[in-house]
Nanobody
Framework: QLQLVESGGRNVQPGGSLRLSCKAS????????IGWFRQAPGKEREGISC????????VYSDSVIGRFTASRDNSRHTTYLHMRNLKPEDTAVYYC????????????????????WGQGTQVSVSA
């Protein structure tokens, strides 16, 4: 079974930057996409990014495009979410999720597309 572990979440001031990591282990598919999701208190889980297995293609939600960038290092089985110009509304628990296909498509897939999930990491943006 594929296992995912997120890390890197912490408190940060508005306008700051942060990098989240998602480390895959266990039974790792030959090809898999990684989706990034977040869930704020009282809100539904939101898909914010998805990166192709190759790392060359990625899609983003309107809420983060231009501020967040996904990347991956397949030699380390690790995917990253680089976040800049953080806002208080970015406060949420951030999750990564995987599915054994090579490409994400043209929009961030919905959460029910993904079968494997990490436990989440908390990002808090406040002055």
């Amino acid at each position: 079974q594929l296992q995912l572990v997120e890390s890197g979440g912490r408190n940060v001031q508005p306008g700051g930057s942060l990098r989240l990591s998602c480390k895959a282990s266990g039974v790792i598919p030959d090809d898999y996409i990684i989706g990034w999701f977040r869930q704020a208190p009282g809100k539904e889980r939101e898909g914010i990014s998805c990166i192709d297995h190759s790392g060359y293609g990625a899609v983003y939600s309107d809420s983060v495009i231009g501020r967040f960038t996904a990347s991956r290092d397949n030699s380390r089985h690790t995917t990253y979410l680089h976040m800049r110009n953080l806002k208080p509304e970015d406060t949420a628990v951030y999750y990564c999720a995987a599915d054994g296909v090579p490409r994400c498509g043209t929009v961030v897939p919905t959460s029910n597309w993904f079968g494997d999930w990490g436990q989440g990491t908390q990002v808090s943006v406040s002055a």
